[in-house]
Structure formats: C-alpha cells, structure tokens
C-alpha cells in the first residue's frame, strides 16, 4: 500500500558528468500513480516529499511514513494535495473534503492520518513545517489566476495560484499550476533559478504520447529530461527549469525553503544559456 523512495541531493558538478539515465534516475520521478497504492519520493532538496494515491474501488491512508522517524507524517510537516483524476475524497483532522479535478488541499503540521477514497488521482506534496496553520481547500474558484506570456513567443500560460501567500498562510509550502494556452508550447521562458528554494513538477493533463522537454542543469551547462504525462521532476535550487511540449499540458509547481516570495528568482535570458 505504502512504498517510499529516498533520492539524495546532488552537487551541480556531478549533474555535469551524468549521462541520461543517470539524469532520469536522480531528476525524475516516474510510476507514482498507480491503482490501490500510495507511492512517495523522499528527498534530501529541503526535506520536500512528493508523490501519488490512487485508492480505485478502496480507501488508502497515509500515516506513519518511516523515512520521517515521527508517529504520524503530518507530525513536523505541513501537506498540499492536488486531485488530477475525477471527483474523490480526502478526510483528515476530522473533516472531510469533497476535491473535484485541478483543485487543492491544504493540510497543516499536526492534521494526523490522511484518508483517501473515490475515483480520485491525488498528487502529494509535503516539506517541514515549524507552525501549524488552518487546513483548507482552495477550488479552481477560489485560486488567483496570473496571465503571462504572449502567441508570438509560443509561451502565453495561465498560472493558477493555490497555496500562495495572495490565497492563504502557510509555512514554507507553495503551490500552484501553470496552464499552456492553445498553438503555445514553452513554459517559464525566461529561465529562472532561486538558490533559496528548491522545486518541483509534475506535468498532467498530456496525452500519452505526447511529451515534454523538460530543460534543467546550471545555466551554462544545462541538460534535458523527456518528460511524459504523470511523471514528475525534482529541480534543485542550482538548477533552471523551463521546458516545451507537444501538444497540451499542464505542470504543478510546488517549492520550499527559505522564504514564500513567488517572484525571488533570479532571470537568466535565452542568450545566456549553454
């Protein structure tokens, strides 16, 4: 029911010597979904956890995760859930919520076992937390919508806001996802780093042979991941993120470290990169 993977940090002058597997073995995040299972990726990038439930016909509950040494995995952490599948349930800290496709739970330090249930695909995602805010549920209605981006640069996107410092508190955890418009195929154009958080993705929405060149690595030494639909990327903080992809989809974002500013990065234009 539980399996847990645990990827260590990597310094960026070894990510210069990987050949591809290494990169996909290190950077990317694959089988997550799968049915009757809740299947996590621990990571030494700020303690940030991320990973997938499926309960189908059942139930699935997430509680004591061992890779955390506490009682319950919420004990010292703070969680978002994403449901990217059909309407399901998701009970926890006594409440239940009611989560319809593309909308967002947030659980904070303390909530005890999480329960799932329905036809729902819930992505999680989870980091330390050092205070304990309010649970709440963000709907695609209650989001911040931002617009950026333009047709003639292929990258006009729609970024939905969820867990963000304009929506609701929360400790260190942000999270929202970005929307590709139609004819458009880049995403995060300019390229950005921030060396005070890490990040990561999962793309959704995609069909299955479509994918998406996920584009990573310092920014005069960058390399590429081939990213399918429901797969995931783990980007350190020394590492750039941009991408363009075939076809439509969409990518969750979700970041934790030192400070919640959704706008701390630092630009690096297309002329600069290697």
């Known amino acids: 029911m539980l399996t847990v993977e ?30 009757g299972e809740i299947r996590l990726v621990y990571t030494h990038y700020d303690r940030f956890v991320m990973g997938g439930a499926v309960p189908g016909a059942g139930t699935l509950t997430l509680d004591v995760v061992e890779e955390t040494r506490t009682p319950n995995f919420l004990d010292r952490r ?27 739970l947030y ?14 695909r819930f992505y999680i995602t989870s980091c330390p937390a050092h205070k304990s805010y309010p649970s709440k549920l963000v709907t695609l ?16 996107r729609t970024i939905k806001q969820f867990i963000h410092p304009q929506v609701m508190e929360s400790c260190q955890l942000i999270l929202g996802y970005t929307a590709l418009e139609e004819g458009s195929v880049w995403n995060t154009i300019p390229s950005h780093i921030h060396d005070r958080r890490m990040e990561a993705y999962l793309y959704w929405g995609m069909d299955e042979e479509s994918r998406v060149l996920h584009l990573m690595g310092e920014p005069d030494e960058t ?38 500013d959704y706008t701390d990065m630092d630009f690096i234009q297309p002329k600069d990169l290697r």
Request: charged share 20%; glycine share 16%.
């Open 141 to 156: 209605a209650d989001c911040k919508e931002v617009t950026m981006g333009a047709p003639e640069t292929s990258n006009k």
């Open 78 to 104: 703070e969680m978002g859930i994403v449901n990217i599948g059909a309407a399901g349930t998701v009970e926890a800290g006594g409440e239940t919520y009611e989560m319809g496709r593309g909308d967002v």
């Open 107 to 120: 659980l904070g330090m303390g909530t005890g076992a999480v329960t799932f249930s329905g036809p729902g």
């Open 223 to 260: 390399r590429h991941l081939f990213v399918a639909n429901e797969e995931g990327v783990v980007s350190p903080s020394w590492s750039i993120h941009s991408g363009a992809g075939i076809g439509k989809y969409t990518f969750i974002w979700a970041m934790a470290g030192d400070n919640v």
């Open 6 to 35: 645990t990827r260590h940090a990597i310094h960026p002058t070894q990510a210069r010597d990987m050949w591809t597997e290494e990169l996909r073995e290190h950077f990317l995040t694959q089988g997550m979904f799968r049915d």
